[in-house]
């Protein structure tokens, strides 16, 4: 899915690799943007 959207605006060997980069990285892109937003984290303890 992400490579095909990224072969509208890239060449279609580039978008495969960046696709496939993008997709691994996802996860850790969205902890650190969770973190940005909730710096305690999603479940902060109560005490």
Request: aromatic share 8%.
């Amino acid at each position: 899915m992400l490579p095909d959207l990224l072969r509208l605006f890239l060449p279609a060997a580039t978008a495969d690799g960046a696709g496939a980069s993008l997709a691994s990285m996802s996860v850790y892109i969205l902890m650190a943007a969770i973190l940005v937003w909730r710096p305690r984290g999603l479940f902060p303890t109560q005490g």
